[in-house]
């Protein structure tokens, strides 16, 4: 593909733009026991096709909703989160959609909002603002999106326990925006829009695309920086009972490489990466001797090293 292709495709992306999807974190090719079809059940258009054992979108049903994007269990659907994260940023906790009255800045739809920007905006301006328009004869995201954004910010109390969140549909006044603010966002926006444009420069040849797995999304990082500014937290973790054979099944199956399998003299360790842990559960139904639970992590647990799960030997076939 060309420069001329790349910078036409760009141009498409930004005006009638479909999450941008990493296959190496969806829960479906990761041949997880049970499968996942979280996005396509969230999806108010039908636009996401699961047959062929990948998410495909149809690029002229999405509506660029965003509702599949905190339905998908491994991040493996994501939109640009440093465009809200900064309208939220000017706003100060303030935020509507595109078919909300009132000042102020808007996202496209409330649906593209996700746990890991409210529990990072909350940590930053206390109760957060989001005002809506007409959902129910909505043809964005459609009559579900105001129950859709309660149950995001009832997963990112996990995150940031002290998140509050109104959620209105009368007109959003904004927030009040100086002189410096206003030129430094209009020149910061200009910025992005150009930085968009260019085509992304093509992975070296000799680094597969397995390592995708490892980058921590920008959704885990924000979760985690409001867990960093939270006096406690919720995070999801998994824990391993006697009987693990350490079999390489739940390193597998992880959308994020949380878990990972290390060798360690004669014996092979399991490590948790807390802050990488989507609490998916993938793990948990894939386990052959059905050994690993869900719990709860703490605060200190997020933001330390990664956690030993289990040790011991093997069987000779699994080594």
């Not at 969140?165 to 430094?184: D, I, N, S, T, W």
């Not at 360690?264 to 807390?274: N, P, Q, T």
Request: proline share 8%; hydrophobic share 35%; glycine share 10%.
């Amino acid at each position: 593909m060309g420069l001329l292709d790349n910078l036409v495709g760009a141009f498409l992306k930004l005006t009638d733009p479909t999450p941008d999807y990493t296959g190496p974190r969806c829960l479906l090719e990761r041949n997880s026991v049970g499968g996942c079809d979280k996005c396509q059940q969230a999806c108010p258009h039908q636009a996401i096709n699961l047959q062929s054992f990948t998410v495909e979108i149809d690029e002229v049903k999405c509506t660029s909703c965003g509702l599949c994007t905190s339905a998908c269990p491994g991040i493996a659907l994501e939109f640009p989160l440093g465009p809200i994260q900064e309208k939220l940023y000017r706003g100060r906790g303030q935020l509507r959609c595109a078919k909300a009255p009132g000042a102020g800045d808007e996202v496209h739809c409330l649906g593209q909002l996700t746990p890991g920007v409210l529990a990072e905006a909350a940590s930053r301006f206390g109760p957060l603002t989001l005002a809506h328009g007409d959902c129910a004869h909505c043809k964005i995201g459609g009559p579900s999106v105001p129950e859709k954004v309660q149950q995001v910010a009832q997963e990112a109390r996990r995150y940031f326990p002290g998140l509050e969140v109104h959620l209105q549909q009368e007109a959003l006044r904004g927030a009040a925006v100086g002189r410096r603010e206003f030129f430094g966002a209009m020149f910061g926006g200009a910025k992005r829009g150009a930085a968009e444009l260019v085509p992304n420069l093509p992975l070296p040849q000799d680094e597969p695309s397995e390592d995708r797995r490892a980058e921590l999304p920008a959704e885990l990082r924000l979760r985690r920086l409001a867990a960093y500014r939270a006096s406690g937290v919720r995070w999801p973790r998994i824990r391993v009972a006697e009987g693990c054979t350490l079999c390489p099944v739940c390193t597998n199956v992880c959308p994020t490489k949380a878990v990972e399998r290390e060798r360690e003299g004669e014996e092979y360790v399991l490590k948790l990466r807390v802050s990488a842990c989507t609490g998916c559960g993938a793990c948990v139904e894939s386990c052959p001797p059905q050994v690993i639970s869900l719990v709860e992590a703490g605060r200190a647990e997020v933001l330390g090293e990664p956690l030993e799960l289990f040790r011991g030997t093997p069987p000779w076939y699994d080594l």
